[in-house]
């Protein structure tokens, strides 16, 4: 019998694979057995390429937690504020799950510090927002509070500060990834496709439009039905629904799995995509991040380095490219 070496079996091992994952139907999207992102995780396990064998499995250790505050060290009450031990991941909780985690004008603020502080930490990459409990995600805002101005807690007036929530994450150039369990109703819906890229909840609501297409965004809104998770799914409004017990390891996958790309093209990706409907605003933001790439050049510190050496700028030596 003929002996099959080390090398031999890895290349047979290996051809094997690649026929099966030929073979594999995809599951999929739309699925109630399994997410879309589980989809892919298990086409992963059988893909032989050069990119599969470079980079490995997305690393599925737990994530260890440890509560974080921001600048002003003040502590939270409407939301839990934790950073993951070792990894670039932020996580912010609604909670207040006695009120299907409504906001009131505190938990807006308290998101906005948070949100802020996730910002500005360069060691954090992604971002996950959630509500505490299975119940809701978050139900809207907190109708108890609700006057003729808005809503109002501690003060005379009311507020509606959750657009300014909604104009902070749009503007947030790190992946904002909403863990959903339950229902994310009214202001709750909205926020949770801020995260997929929502900025105004207006009469003819242009995120839901896009997301669902014209026929469906008015079925949404006129007839004010709850939906499933799955015909979320289907609709193109959430990316992947698994089972509960599953929800915040495949949510860690994902940002596993965008903490190992480029932060700067991650940067630069978010505002393009922004760009193509924010006007001006949008427009704004890619050419500041297009200003912020120009300072890391060598051109870019040449005008810099002149100005302070009082000399005129030389950029003959940088080329004009076609
Ligand atoms: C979410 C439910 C379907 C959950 O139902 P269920 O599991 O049976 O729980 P309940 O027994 O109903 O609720 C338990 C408990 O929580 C209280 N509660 C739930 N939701 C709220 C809420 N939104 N505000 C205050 N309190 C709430 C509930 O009263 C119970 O407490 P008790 O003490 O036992 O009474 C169901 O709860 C439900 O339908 N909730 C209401 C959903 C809703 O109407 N949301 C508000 C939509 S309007 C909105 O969100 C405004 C958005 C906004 O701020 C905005 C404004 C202007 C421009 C833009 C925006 C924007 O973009 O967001």
Request: charge should be neutral; glycine fraction near 8%.
């Amino acid at each position: 019998m003929a002996k099959i070496s080390d090398k031999d079996l890895n290349a047979v091992t290996r051809r094997i694979a690649t026929i099966s994952n030929h073979l594999l139907l995809p599951i999929s999207s739309g699925s109630n057995s399994g997410s879309s992102g589980g989809s892919i995780g298990l086409c992963n396990a059988f893909m032989d390429d050069s990119y599969h064998r470079i980079h490995g499995e997305v690393a599925s250790h737990e994530v260890e937690w440890k509560s974080a505050c921001d600048e002003y060290d003040k502590e939270f009450t409407d939301i839990i504020y934790e950073k993951a031990v070792g990894e670039g991941i932020a996580k912010i909780t609604i909670n207040r799950p006695e009120r299907r985690n409504a906001f009131r004008p505190q938990t807006i603020k308290e998101l906005i510090r948070a949100f802020n502080d996730a910002r500005d930490d360069s060691s954090i990459g992604v971002i996950i927002l959630t509500g505490k409990g299975t119940k809701a995600f978050c139900s809207g805002g907190d109708q108890k509070l609700r006057k003729a101005d808005g809503y109002a807690d501690f003060e005379h007036f009311g507020r509606l500060n959750v657009l300014d929530l909604q104009v902070q994450i749009r503007r947030l150039l790190k992946p904002v990834i909403a863990m959903v369990a339950g229902y994310a109703v009214g202001g709750g819906h909205v926020l949770h496709m801020c995260m997929v890229s929502s900025f105004f909840l207006s009469v003819f609501d242009l995120e839901t439009i896009k997301l669902v297409g014209p026929k469906k965004a008015r079925e949404m809104w006129f007839l004010a039905r709850f939906y499933t998770a799955s015909e979320a799914e289907k609709m193109g409004l959430v990316n992947a629904v698994v089972p509960l017990e599953k929800l915040e390891q495949e949510t860690i996958k994902w940002c596993r799995e965008i903490l190992r790309n480029s932060p700067t093209a991650i940067r630069v990706l978010k505002s393009s995509l922004n760009a193509v409907d924010d006007g001006h605003a949008g427009l704004q933001e890619l050419g500041g991040n297009a200003t912020l790439i120009f300072y890391g050049t060598e051109e870019g510190n040449e005008g810099k380095t002149a100005y302070v050496q009082h000399r005129r700028p030389d950029f003959s030596k940088f080329p004009r490219r076609p």
